[in-house]
């Protein structure tokens, strides 16, 4: 059922028993129904804005880095509520490796025109028209956080038009093409994985050979991603990851992570026994419905 608001109407009126990636303001007012629990978790999800890197003018590491600059994440969380925690780092919290990286990239409007100067578009001036895709109906407040992205670009002299798509509509633009690139020049959307090995985000997402939304080709994140995946202990692993790998994906920014996503979910008091994944997956073998 994509439209949130149909899917806690049919949890109230009896139709379902269970649903989730609640709107925060629809998971505050199911805490006051008597006859509803409510539930909340870390996931193993992050929310990013990817970068299409092989495509101007997000080619250029300091065009990515001056939009990242541009984009005021405090205000992002502030929109998305309990449904989001602060990242700073391009994997969970629950996946091996995680650590706050310590210089990654935040607001900062005088860095950003430094940068863009820097990379011969003054005030934004010369950039072209840039898509920025994003579905509606998913993840909560996409369409709300989006347009406020949008504003905070367009301030530092982007010019960005925002697409929002239905789920299904935005799936299909999602993944680069035959060619090697996809639409759009910014996409939003979140990696889950249903284990704590990080490489499940960070290849996928980052090894040229895959990259599957951003089509990020560099030979540096390529060399740290085969370091640390063939470590030959897990301490060694983990201070590749820690020290090396995310730090480089923060400087190079292929993308840029959002939040981590926190599962909001609400259930009837009826409904007992639900063990609910960080991947998303919900066990109910032993669940009984009274």
Same mark, same amino acid.
């Given at each position: ?131 920025? /895709? ?9 369409? %709300?956080?989006? @347009?406020?992205?949008?504003?905070? &670009? =367009? #301030? ?64 540096? /994140? ?9 470590? %030959?202990?897990? @301490?060694?692993?983990?201070?590749? &990851? =820690? #020290? ?47």
């Amino acid at each position: 059922m994509p439209d949130a608001n149909t899917r806690v109407l049919g949890l109230l009126n009896g139709q379902y028993h269970l649903t989730e990636r609640l709107e925060p303001e629809q998971f505050e007012s199911l805490k006051k129904e008597a006859n509803v629990t409510t539930d909340k978790s870390l996931s193993s999800e992050n929310k990013y804005l990817h970068f299409r890197c092989n495509k101007p003018p997000f080619d250029d590491v300091r065009v990515r880095m001056a939009a990242v600059h541009a984009i005021d994440r405090d205000q992002i969380l502030a929109i998305v509520g309990e449904a989001g925690q602060a990242s700073n780092c391009h994997i969970s919290p629950v996946k091996f490796g995680y650590t706050d990286v310590p210089d990654y990239p935040k607001f900062d409007p005088e860095m950003c025109q430094k940068l863009l100067a820097e990379a011969g578009f003054p005030n934004g001036q010369g950039l072209p028209e840039l898509e920025y /895709i994003t579905s509606v109906g998913f993840y909560p407040k996409t369409r %709300e956080y989006g @347009e406020l992205v949008t504003a905070m &670009l =367009q #301030e530092q002299g982007f010019n960005v038009k925002l697409t929002t798509l239905e789920p299904a509509a935005w799936e299909e633009q999602i993944y680069r093409r035959a060619d090697g690139q996809g639409p759009g020049h910014i996409i939003d959307v979140g990696w889950i994985t249903g284990s704590p090995e990080p490489d499940l985000v960070l290849r996928p997402n980052y090894y040229s050979k895959f990259a599957l939304i951003n089509g990020v080709n560099d030979p540096e /994140i390529d060399a740290s991603l085969d370091k640390e995946r063939n470590a %030959e202990s897990t @301490e060694e692993r983990l201070k590749v &990851l =820690q #020290e090396e790998t995310l730090p480089l994906l923060a400087a190079k920014v292929p993308s840029l992570s959002l939040y981590s996503s926190v599962f909001l979910r609400a259930m009837s008091n009826k409904l007992q026994g639900a063990y609910f994944y960080p991947n998303g997956p919900i066990d109910l073998s032993k669940a009984t419905l009274g």
